[in-house]
């Protein structure tokens, strides 16, 4: 499960979060089956400040995630790409909602839309 | 099952103009397939999974599970792959093969790609060689490709290229922002920079329109179907003709061969897994350098007790993909227009010529980079995570230019496909074992072609640089993979002769990139293609009606 889909949509803070510190939920949202680290993750966060990654202040965020990469360096580079791409991958995934990031570098958003020969039945471009 | 003329095992770029080619001339194919027959509508725009980015898998096959392969490292340890890892070495597994989701580079290899012998020596360790074919042989079969496929581009600023009768069949598209900015800077380093050809539309060509310039191109199946492959191009006409039935999501298991030692078609399972024999009274194995060297060994009996062409232990041997370096550079003005292919420039003054040098590679701007292409492209010293890795994203997003491009590989015995003892596929067959390293000159030639990437990028005005080189650990293959079935004049040491025919069984063939001696410094696209085209015209030539006679 991911944070977005507990939470509802994220707040601004924790888009903020998201990119200052690579949200780990963003790396569940791509990367099913990890759950078991994204729970590793959370119980480093209650033992140290009491509760949840994603309802910590940004500080006690880079905390954690200074505090994972030390403890475990291949578990940190796992969630640090899978972080990467669902933040600057596609907005379908959960990681780039509103295609954020795409539009934090500046990149048309909605992007140009094709038809082809396939299409031509269907109306005007949506 | 009705018996046929030709089964041909793989619809990819050389398997597809088979088929064409074949049907056309009248005979009755087969055209099995792996994987599915996707369209334009299965693009996705998915920068997680497509062909080339496989966080989320593989798009267009095969799929992780049930297929896995084996690479031995440098200290012998196997290790078991899945398709969406880099080492192992995937391609495509669809109609179209690599050609429905690649860049669409369209590349002639140069006259001298083709004797690399004689114009280097072969390096020590290396099993460097000439071709049988010349480039004027293949010129003819060049022009064929460049026609019937579709090519946009213009050679007309290289001197470094063969000669051809005809130019390209469709101008280049327009330029982009990266070419107007490397273009002047090329030029007063005394280089040649030129359009490169693309097997792409730029104006509307056989009854589809041309590129509409999105960012999702390389890895993708085109949203507008205005890149060519074989499935929108030879593969249609091939049905057509009424002569020719393609079969998709079927998996040859092997080759089967009569008590004299000839080909009589091919055991496959079907979609629903149920195995299937198809007679026929030729075989033309087209699934890339690494399926069909598999599927060859794969098919023993007792007159070819290590497979079928392996009288003497050559199927496999010599595999060779490209060694790609280059650089990024990095500009305090803006580069990026988000305006595909991205991929416009090149130069081919760096292919040979270097003393102390066994060949070299074309250089050119990279495919327009998807956001995700960038998270390890910056400076050095960047943090790798949080506020400042974010901050450089933005910053150097569309400040960069990135140029690279394929050295042409020497090759080797000893780089390798085999077949794994122990693991095995969905289906129950052995897996690939990949053995061996790229040769160490290679390594070396990559390092210099880095270095002018990067003098070409400071000349165009980057205030920053950094160099892309490195040395694999281990063969290299991937979407260029080729020469596992090498083409030559003597069966001690080559797997097929120059019409693409196996030594020692006379109806059965080998065509596709398995059959290249070198790979150029180019991407092998039409060269594939123009090899299938020459060894078409050889085998339709020699077609009796009711059977092959050499």
Redesign the interface.
Known sequence: MSTSRKTGHLTRRQFVAA????SAAIATG?APGKQGNWEQIQAMSRKRFGQDLELLSQPQQ?AI?SELSEQDRTFFELV?D????GY???P??GGNRDAV??R?????EP?????????LGKGSPS | MKRVNAVVIGAGAAGGIVAKELSVAGLSVVLLERGKWY???DCH?????NQRTT??GNAFGPEDEGNPRVWVDAKGIARTVLPSEGSYQNNAACVGGGTLSYGAQAWRYLPQDFRMKSTYGAPAGSSLEDWPISYNDLEPFYEKAEYEIGISGDYSGTPFHGPRKRPLPMPPLPPGREFSILEPAAKRLGLHPFHIPMARNSVPYNG??PC?????CVGFAC???AKNGSQNTVIPIALNTGNCELRTECMAKEILTDDRGRARGVSYFDENGHLQEQLSDIVIVSGCATESARLLLNSKSRLFPDGLGNRHDQVGRNLQGHHYTGAVGFFDFETYD?VGPGATIAISDYNHGTPGLCGGGMLANEFIR???H??DRLPANTP????GH?QA??HW??RTIVIMGPTQQIPTAEGRVTLDPTVKDKWGLPVVRFLGNVHPHTFEIGEVQAKRAQAWLKEAGAVDTSLMSYKAEMVSAGQHQAGTCRMGNDPQCSVVNKNCQIHDVDNLFVIDSSVHVTNGGFNPVLTIMAVAYFASDALVRNWKGTGFRS
């Open positions: 990119g200052a510190l690579g791509c880079l995630v640090r899978h972080t990467m791409e600057y991958g596609s379908r995934h990031s795409w934090m570098l500046g990149l048309p992007p140009p839309l094709g038809r082809s020969q396939y299409d | 369209t334009a509508n725009k998915d920068d997680l999974r966080v989320l589809r329109g509409m310039r999105c960012r999702w949203e507008v179907d988000d998807l956001p995700i960038m998270i790798r995570w949080g506020l974010k994203m933005r997003h569309k």
